[in-house]
Nanobody, 119 residues
Framework: QVQLVESGGGLVQAGDSLRLSCAAS????????MAWFRQAPGKEREFVARITWSGGDTYYADSVKGRFTISRDNAKNTVYLQMTSLKPEDTGVYSCARRLAPTTPYATWGQGTQVTVSS
């Protein structure tokens, strides 16, 4: 069983940077990809970025492209989300998730970390 634990959230001002971490424990070698999602108050959860575990291929939502960078450290079983030029609309609970194959859903989720960007 894989467990995901996020950290690194906080309260920052617009234009600041923040780095989130997602530490995975358990049978992480079976993961196909890891992703970050976020959910703002009163809104549905939305995809932010994903990275494949083996090849490191990345994909971003248009709203964060050029500002956020997803990366992974296989030795540490950790995925990062470096966020720069933060905007108030980036506020939300950020969660990491894991999928086992390209066509399977993200079935393992962390509890999330709060990111609040003040204007």
């Amino acid at each position: 069983q894989v467990q995901l634990v996020e950290s690194g959230g906080g309260l920052v001002q617009a234009g600041d940077s923040l780095r989130l971490s997602c530490a995975a424990s358990g049978r992480t070698f079976s993961s196909y990809a890891m992703a970050w999602f976020r959910q703002a108050p009163g809104k549905e959860r939305e995809f932010v970025a994903r990275i494949t575990w083996s090849g490191g291929d990345t994909y971003y939502a248009d709203s964060v492209k050029g500002r956020f960078t997803i990366s992974r450290d296989n030795a540490k079983n950790t995925v990062y989300l470096q966020m720069t030029s933060l905007k108030p609309e980036d506020t939300g609970v950020y969660s990491c998730a894991r999928r086992l194959a390209p066509t399977t859903p993200y079935a393992t989720w962390g509890q999330g970390t709060q990111v609040t960007v003040s204007s």
